[in-house]
């Protein structure tokens, strides 16, 4: 077997599309036989041999070392084995997969078949009945094999040989498990003569007119006639034909037309959607309109089965994320499965659809005899742009071929563009790797700070300096798009709001795609028995990146992590302002080609948690237009309250969709109007150790019981668990250490506190302390004074006084304190339901929220900071030993509620590893900083950072 050369596979028909044909099929998943070597040199020279011995079943589609054989590896840029082109390690798994089948009687009833393999990873050579095939270079691209003679009526023996390693693996160090075996479907197709081996078709619409048009190309030995029933086309399949009036695609209006090409001896089925995107002058336009991309970067991945597909799954994930806003998928860093792109039409999302390429392990050597500049690589790039594009040609939801991602740069690159520019004109051409953009059509970068993405927005308002290059001119042409931004790693990502305003401010600016959308971690079973997921070096790799690889906007198992509600919100397509004296909504139409009248919009005002006034408004307007609509008088009649009056505008979809049912809301905004409880007078009751429902240490003045339940603190706290993003340089501070490190170094994870004084009146117990770190001399000053007033509650007025040069921001300002007892849930009158912080907060409205134990956590497949709920006035912190009420008297807090501590959680390397101690650990913030997206990009914005200052809060405390 040949795995170190610098050619394509060999022996495969030609890349053609993947159609849905009535021709028969036969599709071979289920059992084989497998047995997997160490290496070539020790794999059977026949790997069709006759001998069982040594074979077990395997699953097809699958990856062996998903299944038993083997293990997984995780790598980011750095290839797991020395950089050596085109050479494989030594060490490199080689997995014989083996069936013996008849074939159906319906394919065997043609004289030509084929073999199609959809996915194979990494290299495959294919054998049936003893006669090679081919081979096979391009994981997630379509081989199909020409079989017409070597396939029998009766038994027949398939034998593929897979490396898990081979020169592919240069093209495809995608960040990423390395995952190897057929992946996908195995099929034999009957091709019937006269049949339709290859259909092209354009399916564009003039927005001037209103009309379509089908350029459409059948490659047949006989005539093709395509019928639109629809449209009452029935005409030759040839060129370019006009089809009247037709409704046009988009994501909002997803409009397919039933199609079929047929000749007397084939029939194709195709869903046509009418579109033309291009730019105009240096916008991005779809339809004639400008166009907005609210993206995610998907790769497939499922827990226990890798990046094999499952059609229900697929459909389901498409479905969340058309459920929360967004419109666009940039196919990271492989085409998908092809059902993939046609679910994408189907629902409505606008796809980036990208080659099966990556070189990145080259940057490791300042990319040294990179593949996309190296000659002998050539046909390798060709071909795999070939595959990608002519597999999913057909498609209205494709707008963009990517060239692949971080491969550098060269004249492979240039070459496969120019390959697409000619093969197909109707769409654009993406690679965020060619910086000066001289051979795409669109200007993408990923992770640009704010500032940046502001630079590029304001570029092309000016007038290009007079000493601009060929390339810089024809890159101030393009539309501006951030084909990754905000990391999703962790809990995060911080400062996408601002992103996007700059977004929308700037005509050039068609939008971005966030990393990413799913965690990829790996699910095993514990010896525990329980579930466990994993990430890179938990499978004694001995290269490996980590938890880099859990970095998406929902885990595994696609539950949404906090930062795809706020991502969603952040992106809706209709933005609600509630005007400063409720007199009216600003409603603000993001959607490019809808007008509103598929949502309804309601108002419903909410005082101290009771629904006392709500009605429908009728909301118009155009596309990318804004309204105001006046809100009736009970919007804002005067109404005492002691928390809060909350004006709630929600826009909900008035019908079913084919991804949500009516009433889901879209987009929602409020008016939030707050009231603090009046002082309530003093009992005069405290002693030496006790203020109404406080008591504390005689000696130490330490607080121990609070609201009758048993308690330690108050402890004074700055820093946090770090989250993914504190523990990476930020792109704005490269040449700073992390905040985590930072923050260890300073000490703010290991606080001290000393009493000063005790002071008791017999209004209050008053306690100076001095909260400092180890070995240096900063210090915050504190006073916590405590007041018994009526009825067993307690006033605590604290106060945060910094003493010193703090050079270190914190990561927050708050009270600590534990519950001898096991947290059961927390009821807030705060922003909720979900957890935020401050950068990334978008989707938090205040309510009045019941939070279960299991809400207060986010189980971060690695334990970070995590679960605040900010601008909380008022909570109730159930344990299981009774319950204590919270309530400010001035400003909001943040309140954390978890089962373990910081330390626990920070020393935790997996979500696991966590174990209650039994306790309820409490955080009250008065500040909290943000989280940004250093893992990529920059860090926290300095609106979000915290330097040290003086703070104060007074709560009244009871039994809850
Ligand atoms: C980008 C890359 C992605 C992913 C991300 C970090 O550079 O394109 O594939 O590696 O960084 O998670």
């Known amino acids: 077997m040949e795995i170190a050369s610098f050619s394509p596979g060999r022996g495969s028909t030609g890349p053609r599309a993947w159609l849905r044909t009535d ?99 990494s290299a495959a ?40 390693f081979s020169d592919a693996s240069y093209l495809e160090d995608q960040d990423m498990w390395w995952l190897p075996g057929i992946f996908r479907s195995v099929t034999l197709l009957a091709r019937p003569d006269g049949g339709i081996d290859d259909i092209f078709c354009v399916a564009d619409y003039d927005a001037a007119t209103g009309q379509g048009h089908l350029d459409i190309r059948v490659t047949s030995t006989r005539r093709a006639q395509v019928l639109i029933p629809a449209l009452r086309v029935d005409a030759v399949a040839a060129g370019r034909v006009a089809v009247g009036k037709v409704t046009p695609w988009s994501a909002e209006e997803p409009f397919l037309y039933d199609a079929e090409v047929r000749t007397t001896c084939e029939s194709v089925r195709l869903r046509l959607g009418f579109r033309r995107v291009e730019v105009c002058d240096t916008v991005l336009h779809l339809n004639g309109r400008p166009l907005m991309l609210r993206g995610v970067n998907r790769h497939e991945h499922r827990p226990e089965h890798g990046r094999v597909f499952d059609r229900t799954v697929a459909r389901d994930e498409l479905v969340l994320m058309k459920r929360h806003n967004i419109n666009a998928v940039r196919t990271s860093h492989y085409p998908p499965h092809p059902e993939v792109i046609e679910l994408a039409d189907e629902l409505g999302l606008y796809l980036i659809d990208e080659c099966d390429l990556e070189t990145h392990g080259f940057a490791s050597v300042a990319w040294r005899n990179n593949p996309s500049d190296d000659p002998r690589w050539r ?18 939801s494709v707008l963009f071929w990517s060239l692949g991602n971080e491969a550098g740069t060269g004249l492979n690159l240039e070459a496969m563009a120019r390959w697409v520019k000619e093969f ?98 790996i699910a095993v079973t514990g010896d525990d028995g329980r579930r466990r997921i994993l990430y890179g070096g938990d499978f004694g790799e001995q290269v490996h990146d980590g938890n880099f690889v859990i970095d998406g906007l929902v885990s595994v198992d696609r539950e949404p992590r906090p930062g795809l509600l706020h991502y969603a919100a952040v992106i809706a397509p209709v933005q609600l302002a509630v005007g400063p004296r409720r007199d009216e909504v600003e409603v603000v139409n993001r959607y490019d080609f809808l007008d509103l009248s598929h949502l309804v919009v309601r108002w419903r005002r909410t005082v101290d948690g009771k629904d006392v006034a709500s009605s429908v408004i009728d909301v118009k307007a155009h596309p990318r237009t804004s309204t105001t609509v006046a809100l009736p008088e009970t919007a804002r009649e005067p109404h005492r309250f002691d928390v809060a009056d909350v004006l709630t505008v929600e826009a909900a979809l008035s019908a079913d969709t084919e991804w949500a049912v009516a009433g889901h809301i879209v987009s ?54 770090p989250v993914d993003n504190d523990r990476f340089r930020g792109s704005d501070e490269w040449d700073r250490p992390s905040y985590a490190d930072r923050w260890h170094e300073a000490g703010y994870d290991r606080m001290q506190l000393r009493l000063i004084a005790r002071e008791v009146t017999d209004q209050a117990v008053i306690l100076r302390l001095r909260a400092a770190p180890p070995i240096f001399d900063e210090a915050i000053d504190t006073v916590l004074r405590w007041t018994p007033v009526e009825e067993g509650t307690v006033v605590l007025d604290a106060s945060f006084e910094p003493r010193g040069t703090w050079s270190v921001e914190w990561a927050r300002l708050g009270l600590d304190l534990t519950i001898d007892a096991v947290p059961l849930g927390v009821d807030i009158a705060g922003r909720g339901p979900m957890p935020s912080m401050p950068d990334n907060d978008a989707a938090a409205r205040f309510g009045w929220w019941r939070l279960d134990a299991h809400e207060l956590i986010v189980d971060h497949v690695r334990p970070q900071e995590n679960g605040a709920r900010l601008e909380v006035r008022q909570a109730t912190i159930r344990t299981s030993a009774g319950a204590v009420r919270l309530s400010t008297l001035d400003r909001p807090f943040a309140l954390t509620t978890a089962p373990w501590g910081r330390q626990a959680i920070a020393s935790a390397r997996h979500h696991f590893e966590l174990e209650s101690d039994g306790r309820t650990h409490i955080s009250i913030d008065l500040l909290q900083a943000g989280v940004g997206t250093a893992t990529c990009g920059p860090g926290v914005l300095p609106r979000y950072r915290i330097p040290a200052q003086a703070a104060s809060i007074s709560l009244l405390i009871g039994r809850g």
């Open 23 to 121: 021709a028969p099929a036969q599709v071979f998943d289920g059992r084989w036989r497998f047995r997997v070597w160490p290496g070539l040199r020790h794999a059977a020279s026949d790997p069709t041999d006759a001998d069982d011995d040594g074979w077990s079943d395997i699953e097809v589609p699958g990856h062996w070392n998903l299944q038993g054989h083997g293990r997984p590896s995780y790598t980011n840029v750095r290839m797991p084995f020395p950089l050596d082109p085109p050479h494989p390690p030594d060490e490199n798994p080689i997995g014989d997969y083996r069936l013996d089948f008849v074939p159906d009687a319906a394919v065997l009833a043609h004289r030509r078949r084929l073999l199609r393999f959809d996915g194979i990873e």
């Open 125 to 164: 050579e294919v054998c049936l009945n003893g006669v090679l095939l081919g081979t096979t270079r391009g994981s997630r691209l379509t081989h199909e094999f020409d079989v017409s003679d070597a396939l029998r009526d009766g038994e027949n023996r398939l034998a593929v040989r897979v490396a898990q």
């Open 379 to 396: 046909e390798a790039f060709l071909d795999r742009i070939r595959r990608t594009v002519h597999r999913d040609k057909n498609h209205a």
């Open 424 to 521: 197909d004109p109707s769409r654009l051409v993406h690679y965020e790797g060619d910086r000066s953009s001289r051979y795409v059509d669109v200007y993408s970068r990923m992770y640009a700070s704010h500032d940046e993405v502001r630079q590029i927005g304001e570029e092309t308002l000016r007038p290009a300096p007079h000493d601009a290059t060929a390339a810089e001119l024809h890159r101030r042409t393009l539309p501006f798009i951030q084909c990754e931004f905000a990391h999703a790693m962790g809990n995060g990502p911080g400062g996408v709001a601002e992103y996007w305003d700059l977004f929308e401010r700037y005509s050039r600016i068609a939008g971005g795609f966030v990393w990413e959308w799913i965690e990829h971690g």
């Open 668 to 721: 929602s905004g409020q008016d939030v109007r707050t009231a603090v409880p009046a002082r309530p007078v003093a009992t005069g009751a405290a002693t030496a150790d006790t203020a109404g429902p406080a008591r504390f240490d005689a000696i130490t003045g330490d607080l121990i019981e609070l609201a009758g339940l048993p308690v330690d603190g108050l402890k004074v706290g700055i820093w946090r668990a």
